[in-house]
T-cell receptor, first 114, second 112 residues
Framework: KNQVEQSPQSLIILEGKNCTLQ??????????LRWYKQDTGRGPVSLTI?????NTKSNGRYTATLDADTKQSSLHITASQLSDSASYIC?????????????FGGGTRLMVKP | DGGITQSPKYLFRKEGQNVTLSCEQN?????MYWYRQDPGQGLRLIYY???????QKGDIAEGYSVSREKKESFPLTVTSAQKNPTAFYLC???????????FGPGTRLTVT
């Protein structure tokens, strides 16, 4: 069964601290893995997309890693800001020939406190 | 939210009524999607369309219907057959199905 599991479900950190969010997947075949940021009551916004051959990709203070062998990804947030408070969603794509091609994780809800 | 608009932002309906959610994009994207999001759960695909006049069922299509008469528009109708319609509905679009999707702001539907 194609699944994407994220941990932790929720996280509270102090402003300025770093944090790492985890994503494990069993989706097959694998095309790419995406991290999205979703503010409460808004649509998700893409942070990074990584294909099988990419181990790491950065977008400002966000750095995503991918280990395709162990089927694990992480999203590291450096020097957190209050505006980082949101849900972070891991999404795995099976490619356009796989019909329903995206599997979404349940998200990690991050709260950054002053 | 890019060039994707969803309206209205909040929608209230009585049980047994059909309701149509609007989704419009001006990004010239071929593919459009409808997702449902429930608290603590991942987004689930309802329908998607790769091209005008064509659409495919997703994981949870029962109780929903769509049309794609224009490239820019992909309305979703929640019918009375949908057993638990209260949810946050997200529309998305992409140039092709494998390319990054851009999401709209969402519509929160409450059925009582």
């Amino acid at each position: 069964k194609n699944q994407v599991e994220q941990s932790p479900q929720s996280l509270i950190i102090l402003e300025g601290k770093n944090c790492t969010l985890q994503c494990n997947y069993t989706v097959s075949p694998f095309s790419n893995l995406r991290w999205y940021k979703q503010d409460t009551g808004r649509g998700p916004v893409s942070l990074t997309i990584m294909t099988f051959s990419e181990n790491t990709k950065s977008n400002g203070r966000y750095t995503a890693t991918l280990d395709a062998d162990t089927k694990q990804s992480s999203l590291h947030i450096t020097a957190s800001q209050l505006s980082d408070s949101a849900s972070y969603i891991c999404v795995v794509s099976r490619g356009e020939n796989a019909g329903n091609m995206l599997t979404f994780g349940g998200g990690t809800r991050l709260m950054v406190k002053p | 939210d890019g060039g994707i608009t969803q309206s209205p932002k909040y929608l209230f309906r009585k049980e047994g009524q059909n309701v149509t959610l609007s989704c419009e994009q001006n990004l010239n994207h071929d593919a459009m999607y409808w997702y449902r999001q429930d608290p603590g759960q991942g987004l689930r695909l309802i329908y998607y369309s790769q091209i005008v006049n064509d659409f495919q069922k997703g994981d949870i299509a029962e109780g929903y219907s769509v049309s794609r008469e224009k490239k820019e528009s992909f309305p979703l109708t929640v019918t009375s057959a949908q057993k638990n319609p209260t949810a946050f509905y997200l529309c998305a679009s992409s140039p092709r199905v494998t390319i990054e999707q851009y999401f709209g702001p969402g519509t929160r539907l409450t059925v009582t």
